[in-house]
């Protein structure tokens, strides 16, 4: 017997909202690391990233120079995403001859610096870090960049957690490190619905979430990933035939339906067998499977090992993650 929708839901990442499960299973955290102000003519080149980042200006404007593309003029308010590993400037002027900015947020706990007079210009950053092994689920969807300008509808969300941000950097209140915490991560998640609602062209499951005939099929199916889903149930659930649903869906994610649900089975299969120790018969059962055998033949398809062989590998990798991730954090206000 399957264990019941209720027992999935408390048990693993299964909501009926995809955005939020695959924000879940990648495990997508945002952090305000730190921020400058300045005054006069001044640019300084950030290095990089090694993971995603975002800044926002609190007051004033600058250039924004990304290696390989064109100056971009950010306003107060706008924010910005940046997913590539590129190196960039933010400068009053791009013709200004820029400082490197390792070098001036050098020294311990210097998470914020005054360049010039400090008084026409204020930044604020951060980084989203993701999970090392299911991370690239929601990174490799991603553009290289995201820029939502202040004027844009969809930044009014923005506004009000901006000006959060700020006060709680400034007022160093208790709890502040938690706040600016939360704060950082509902920023992001407003980047990604901006981005949704653009029509800059998407990829994958991000695709799939921006088109509201396809949606329906994705919620139910990650609502119930362990039910055994028909094509014409999918279909009638996004008001379209099994012919034009099949091919929508397949234009939008890249996949068929039904291969999108077992490749969504197989990454719970994952995080499971490295988060806790459930047994693989227990698993099997729990995703819909016939059989453990059954089971254990799909998931060595799609990942190259055997479930009991992945576990040992995943959790190594995972403890070996988590040791590199903290060394990281210990360094990233040095990047802004």
């Excluded at 003519?41 to 980042?53: L, Q, S």
């Excluded at 791009?94 to 947020?105: C, E, K, N, Q, Y």
């Excluded at 509808?153 to 502040?176: C, I, K, M, S, T």
């Excluded at 453990?292 to 959790?315: D, L, V």
Aim: with cysteine; proline share 5%.
């Amino acid at each position: 017997m399957l264990y019941s929708a209720s027992y999935l839901r408390d048990s693993t990442i299964m909501s009926g909202d995809p955005f939020s499960d695959i924000l879940r299973f990648t495990k997508a955290r945002s952090l305000a690391t730190g921020g400058f102000s300045a005054g006069g003519n001044w640019a300084i080149r950030f290095p990089a990233p090694d993971k995603i980042k975002f800044f926002a200006v609190v007051k004033g404007a600058c250039w924004v120079v990304i290696d390989g593309e064109d100056p971009i003029r950010f306003a107060n308010g706008d924010v910005g995403l940046l997913t590539a590993k590129r190196s960039f400037v933010l400068a009053s002027d791009p013709r200004v001859v820029p400082v490197d900015a390792m070098a001036l947020f050098s020294g311990a706990g210097r998470s914020a610096v005054t360049v010039g007079n400090g008084e026409d210009f204020a930044q604020i950053g951060g980084h989203v870090l993701l999970d090392p092994a299911s991370g690239g689920l929601l990174s490799d969807v991603l553009p290289p960049w995201i820029h939502v300008p202040a004027a844009s509808p969809h930044a009014e969300n923005f506004r009000w957690l901006l000006q959060q941000l700020v006060e709680e950097r400034a007022a160093d209140l208790p709890g502040a490190q938690l706040a600016s915490a939360q704060l950082a991560q509902l920023l992001f998640i407003q980047i990604l619905r901006a981005h949704l609602k653009t029509s800059t062209p998407m990829t994958g499951w991000l695709r799939a979430l921006g088109n509201p005939r396809i949606a329906p099929a994705l919620r139910l199916m990650h609502g119930d990933p362990a039910r055994s889903w028909h094509l014409d149930e999918l279909a009638a659930a996004c008001a379209m035939s099994r012919t034009t649903f099949a091919s929508h869906f397949r234009a939008s994610v890249g996949v068929a339906p039904l291969t999108y649900l077992g490749q969504w089975r197989m990454r719970l299969a994952q995080r499971r067998l490295r988060d806790e120790n459930i047994a693989v018969a227990v698993l099997a059962e729990s995703l819909g499977y016939s059989s453990e055998s059954a089971f254990s033949h799909a998931f060595k398809r799609m990942s190259g090992h055997a479930p009991t062989a992945y576990r040992f590998i995943a959790r190594a990798a995972s403890e070996e993650g988590d040791s590199e991730s903290r060394g990281v954090r210990t360094n990233e206000a040095a990047t802004g």
